[in-house]
């Protein structure tokens, strides 16, 4: 039986009743750009997620990028951000006049060192850009301690993390912003590009709604050149149907982790990391496969129709795009080993017990012939 890596077709097909009245009454309402269904949806996500202002952009891209712009960097101002993530982070630190820096990993939870950022720290930081990755919580207290005694802004990637929490509290919720991405292979999937961004601080709110339409404000005036930004109606409705499901479905995820835990326990592969009170999200669930054995896996994994992929295989740091900050190979191991050794497996809410066991039995195939 194949198993794809991400499935939203059960989850469609249970919700289609809802969304299609959804869809009818945002066409049907002519509002089509902005208005009341992108203002519930934020409501709705800013009480879900424990913060004071939800903004709605385009994408977890776009939301990064506002929230870069929102900090009026200037030229030669360094933003610390993880080098082992997608490519939205480092570049919307560019596009907003910054310059990223790069600081290494922690092993097993594949998140920013805080010693690593502390030692990163220069008299022209400005910001730590802390990603949840794969939906687990950065070490939050430390790094928010790290900030506060440098005069620094902690923006949270929080992408794949809706629904995890850190201390009780919601991933999302602790940094100055916040942004997360409603990008189809998300916990929270809009039917195509969406993101928001979120804060507690009245003034950054205003400054990104204006930031989302160009960066105007009110007499028609810019200050700050942006871009269009903006949440779609149609998504935002869609996503406010969803909404209510994301405890529900973490959970379900989570489940889902524990069980692979167990049943891959026996096998030479390293799971992720997780702790009582630190609640991973479980958006992508990523093994680590040491020792050369990652490609021979996944080959045998796609042989086998089991839905895989390397999220990510180049850190950052190494990217053309960046040579010109003058890294070299072996400067950020941890982040340059995690490339070479980690591996996305099927992860999704719907996902069957059968289809899990199919997916492990391969995995278990695959060390017996080693
Ligand atoms: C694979 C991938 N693509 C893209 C993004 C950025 O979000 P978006 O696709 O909504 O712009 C992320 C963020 O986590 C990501 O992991």
């Not at 992108?38 to 990064?64: M, N, P, W």
């Not at 010693?115 to 220069?122: G, L, N, Q």
């Not at 205003?206 to 942006?226: A, D, K, M, W, Y």
Request: aromatic share 8%; with cysteine.
């Amino acid at each position: 039986m194949a198993v794809p890596l991400t499935d939203l077709s059960e989850q469609h097909r249970t919700l289609l009743p809802e969304l299609r009245d959804a869809f009818c009454e945002v066409v049907e309402s002519g509002r089509l750009i902005l208005g009341h269904y992108v203002e519930r949806f934020e409501a709705q996500l800013a009480a879900y997620c424990g913060v004071k202002h939800a903004v709605g952009v385009s994408s977890g891209t776009d939301a990064i990028k506002a929230s870069m712009l929102a900090l009026d960097l200037q030229p030669g101002d360094e933003v610390i951000v993880s080098p082992f993530t997608y490519l939205h982070t480092a570049e919307s630190i560019l596009r907003a006049g910054g310059t990223p820096v790069f600081a290494d990993i922690r092993p097993r939870t594949f998140n920013l060192d805080p010693d690593a950022v502390e030692a990163a720290i220069t008299d022209k930081t400005r910001a730590i850009m802390a990603v949840h990755l794969y939906g687990l919580p950065c070490e939050m207290f430390a790094l928010l301690e790290i900030a506060e005694r440098h005069g620094l802004k902690v923006i949270e990637d929080a992408d794949m993390a809706i629904g995890a929490t850190y201390h009780g509290r919601q991933a999302g919720s602790l940094g100055h912003m916040a942004t997360l991405s409603f990008y189809p292979t998300k916990t929270l999937a809009a039917a195509g590009d969406a993101g928001a961004v979120l804060t507690d601080d009245d003034a950054l709110a205003q400054r990104l709604r204006s930031i989302r339409v160009h960066g105007l404000e009110s007499g028609f005036v810019v200050r700050t050149p942006s871009g269009a930004f903006r949440m779609d109606p149609l998504q935002a409705a869609l996503l406010s149907v969803k909404l209510p499901h994301v405890d529900q479905w973490v959970k379900r995820r989570r489940d889902l982790a524990k069980r692979y835990q167990q049943l891959f326990e026996p096998l030479a592969v390293t799971t992720p990391d997780s702790a009582d009170d630190i609640r991973h999200a479980y958006n992508l669930y990523t093994l680590r496969v040491r020792g050369g054995g990652r490609e021979p896996l996944r080959h045998h994994l796609d042989a086998m129709d089991i839905g895989n992929r390397v999220y990510y295989p180049r850190p950052l740091h190494l990217q053309p795009a960046y040579s010109h900050l003058g890294y070299e190979r072996g400067t950020l191991p941890h982040a340059e080993r995690a490339c070479d050794e980690v591996l996305s497996i099927p992860m999704f809410t719907e996902m069957t017990k059968a289809q899990q066991d199919e997916v492990v039995n391969a995995v278990r195939e695959y060390f017996a012939g080693d």
